[in-house]
Structure formats: structure tokens, C-alpha cells
């Protein structure tokens, strides 16, 4: 009987499928797309980074706009809920009544509030009535947190007092039974909601405090916090130009976090999208295109034989003889690698999900589906260029006609939701791909101009360019004659194979 070959133990449609998903993830790649980007994204984060130093103290100072005492609290406090799907926090289950009584008050409730009760069941009648009473009162059940009905006049005292003080019942009674320890532990609840907003009580608060680190929760000396600071312009500076690209992306990404965690109020969409590609271009080799490093290579290429014979000759050991160094290796062309595929693939998958949460989000608010969202952006002093009379006279001119604002408006508006919701499954498309990409190009250059958000539109269409082609790219620097990478002439390419490595030159 005839054994099976390896290559037909997998079934026709799974193994075409393995080799589809090995080729999506694992085909070598070019790295020019992650050059350019690494080129782009380094001079949007040295811009972003050289900024604060005008105002370092004001943006990351111990006594900054968000002082360092106060982070450091929220940083190590804070504490952070886990909602249900529902939305209450009473304790689980149906209320199924289990004896007479339950059936009864379980009726009472249903038949006059129009919606079942929360658990836990009152204990009698005495707690039954005051439930019901409690409902009418204030509107809302008292064990919207699972606290059960009050035993004693102590306990009523204290839910009518704290739900007059705060608009909700509290999610526990007072432990202590002495006056001085009820006082002093209720004084512990209302210093910890003035920080935090929140009941320290609440059994739903999952964790407290953040898991973030930042250098400027530490370093507060004026002096060292300026010295620090350079160098992360200096390192940002180094990881555009593509210097030792392998270090300084991991440090440009890392310091690039510093600020954010240090001050979340200056947090905004382009420090997100920043943070998100300096990850994928540290991932893939960012730096084996269009960078320093690749100058370098190319130098090493031709002067290896000569640094190494000066250098022997600084010791006082004869020179070797041609051909005994051995070469080192140089491609005219970056040579096409996995990590840079698999660098860009997460970044499109990443994109594509950026725009598609952004897109079904938009759903949620009636403002995308009566239109208007648009106006609110065009008409925000916060951001749109109002300062100019000639925009403001386009604004007018277009309100005063019903059918052109109207038609503008939700042209727009569905043109945003299509566009961000269809990016994720048409980007993919070879004929559609220019499409999608100029619509980014369209979308992102009116945010750029009606929002006043440029640095955020450029970071955008930087994340967009995952999506082109590396001949795409090499076209386009080839108007500068291979400034950044290659041989300086084309006489010096010719005979070249692209991908055989080149011997030193001595």
C-alpha cells in the first residue's frame, strides 16, 4: 500500500490556506515602506518631544499643571471598576421567590415599580416595607449595591444620610459599633471619595493604582530633568536619521511613553498614534533603509581592509596581504527580510482596527445619525480656524442655505462613517487600495485644516502609508539619487545583482 507524502497529509483547502497565512506573515519584505515611515515618525516625535522643552517644568515639573503629588496618587491609588454588562452591581442571580413571603413582597414590587426586585429578599416584614418606602422615596432600590435592608435604626440613620449626601445608597454599613470609630471610619469614606469618586467599599473595584512608570516620577531636579531631557531630543534625533536604529527606536518609543505617563492631561490622539508606530517600527528593522546606518554599511563595505591594516599598524603588526580581510558584506539594495513583514502587517491589521472602532463608535452617538456631527467640528471655536473673517463668511453663506448645509452636512458625515467602517475590508483590495488611501488622504487633510489637529492628520497618513508598496517608496527616493542609500551613480550599479553582496573594497 502506498504511504501518504507529507504533502498530502493536509486536506487541499486547509493546506492552501497554511500556505496563504505563512505567506501573508512570513514572505521576506523590503524595508524602504518602514525607512520612510521611521523618517516621517521620528520628525512628528522630535517635534513633539522638542516642544516641551520651552515649558519643561510647566509639562512635567513636580510642580507642573498636574503636580507629580497628585499623579503619584492616582499612579498608585486610583482605583478602577469592573462594570456588568447590566450595569447594576447588587448581588447575581434571578430573584426567584423561594416561600410565601417572597412571592408576595415579590408581586407588591413587580406590580407597582413595573420591573423585578434586586437581590438579597427582605427578612420580614418590617424590612419589606422600608424597601418598598426606600423605592418611593429616592428612586432607586437600596441594594443597587448589595447592601441589605437595614436590622436596626443605626443602620436606616445611616443609608438616609449617605444617600441624601451622595444621590445613591452606599455598598456597605458602618463596621464600628462606638461613636468616635463610626465617626472616624466614615471620615476615611468621604476623604477617599473626594480623591477617587468612588465608595473604597465597592466590591467591583478590581485593581487600584497603574501599572505605568515614568523617569519624571523620579528625576525632579531642574538641572538633571533639562540634562535628561536633551538627551531624548538628542536620542529622538538619532532614531530619524536612522543612527544605531536598533537602540534608538526602543529608546525613542520608551522616553516617548515617559511623557505620557507623566502628564495624561496632554495626552492626545497624536501621542497615541505615535506610541502605537514607534512600537512596530522598533518590531521591524526600521532602520535598514534610508538611515545612517546604511551609509555606514556602505562605507564599512569599502574601507574594511584599510581601517583594519591602520589599525594593526597602530599596534605595530604588518599590514595583511589583499584578500586576507574577509569582505564585508553590502547590498546595494536593502535586502528583504521577515521581521520587516511581519513589522508591517501588524501595523495595517493595528490601522485597520483603529479605523473600525472609530467608525461603530461614531454609531453610538445621535449626532452621526442626525448630522450634525460635522457642524459641531467645522463650527469649533476650540479648533477651527474661526480667527479668519473668510471662513466664518463660508460658514454663514452656507447656513443660510437649508439644502446645501443640510446636503453638505450629511454628505460629509456618511462619507466618514463609510470611509472608517469600510477601510478595514476594502483596504485589502489591490484595485481599491488608492481609493481607500485617498479617501485617508481627504479625511485627514480636512481634520488638518477645519480641527487645526496637523500633527495628528500627518501622524495619520504616516500609519496609511503601511499599505504601500516599497517600489512605491523607492520611487519616490529615487528623485533624490540615492542620497540615502545605494551607490552614488548609476555607472556604479551596473553589473551589481541587487541581492549578491558586494566584497570590501581595500
Known sequence: ????????????????????????????????????????????????????????????????????????????????????FDGRESEPGDPTPGNEFEE????????????????????????????????????????????????????????????????????????STRLVDAQAEQDAVDRYMQKHQIDPRRELVYTRGTPIWSMWFHVTDPTWMALIHGGVVLVTFLFMIGFATRVTSVLTWMCAIWYINRNWVILFGVDTMMVILLLYL???????????????????????????????????????ADGAVAPALYNPTPAPSVSA???????????????????????????????????????????????????????????????????????????????????????????????????????HGLIGIFMGLKTFSFMMLVLNMAFLKPEEVRSVFSWFHGLFAGPENKTELKGRTPDKPQPARV
Open 282 to 320: 522598533a518590531i521591524g528593522p526600521s532602520g535598514a533603509a534610508y538611515s545612517v546606518d546604511r551609509l555606514i554599511g556602505r562605507w564599512w563595505s569599502r574601507n574594511k581592509a584599510r581601517v583594519v591594516n591602520r589599525w594593526r599598524a597602530f599596534w605595530g603588526k604588518p599590514a595583511l
Open 1 to 84: 500500500m502506498k504511504q501518504p507524502t507529507p504533502d498530502s497529509v493536509l486536506p487541499a483547502p486547509v493546506e492552501r490556506m497554511a500556505r496563504a497565512w505563512s505567506g501573508f506573515w512570513f514572505t521576506p519584505r523590503d524595508p524602504s515602506v518602514l525607512g520612510l515611515m521611521r523618517i516621517l515618525c521620528g520628525a512628528i516625535t522630535l517635534y513633539t518631544v522638542f516642544v516641551y522643552s520651552f515649558k519643561l517644568q510647566d509639562f512635567m515639573g513636580k510642580d507642573a499643571w498636574l503636580d507629580l503629588d497628585f499623579r503619584l496618587e492616582n499612579v498608585r491609588h486610583q482605583p478602577y471598576r469592573c462594570v456588568p
Open 341 to 443: 513583514n511581519v513589522a508591517i502587517r501588524l501595523l495595517q491589521i493595528h490601522v485597520c482596527i483603529i479605523y473600525f472602532v472609530s467608525g461603530v463608535s461614531k454609531l453610538q452617538g445621535a449626532a452621526w445619525w442626525n448630522g450634525t456631527a460635522v457642524w459641531g467640528t467645522i463650527a469649533n471655536f476650540e479648533f477651527a480656524p474661526m480667527q479668519f473673517e473668510i471662513y466664518n463668511h463660508v460658514l454663514r453663506s452656507l447656513a443660510r442655505r437649508p439644502f446645501l448645509i443640510e446636503f453638505f452636512l450629511t454628505t460629509a458625515g456618511y462619507f466618514t462613517l463609510a470611509f472608517e467602517i469600510g477601510y478595514a475590508f476594502l483596504v485589502w483590495r489591490p484595485s481599491l487600495r488608492w481609493v481607500m488611501l485617498s479617501g485617508a488622504i481627504m479625511l
Open 104 to 175: 408576595k413582597y415579590y408581586q407588591d414590587w413587580v406590580n407597582e415599580f413595573k420591573y423585578k426586585p434586586l437581590l438579597p429578599f427582605p427578612r420580614n416584614e418590617a424590612e419589606a416595607q422600608y424597601t418598598m418606602e426606600y423605592r418611593r422615596k429616592y428612586n432607586g432600590d437600596l441594594r443597587a449595591f448589595g447592601l441589605a435592608p437595614p436590622r436596626t435604626d443605626t443602620e436606616i440613620k445611616y443609608l438616609e444620610w449617605y444617600t441624601q449626601k451622595y444621590g445613591y445608597p452606599p455598598p456597605a454599613y458602618l463596621k
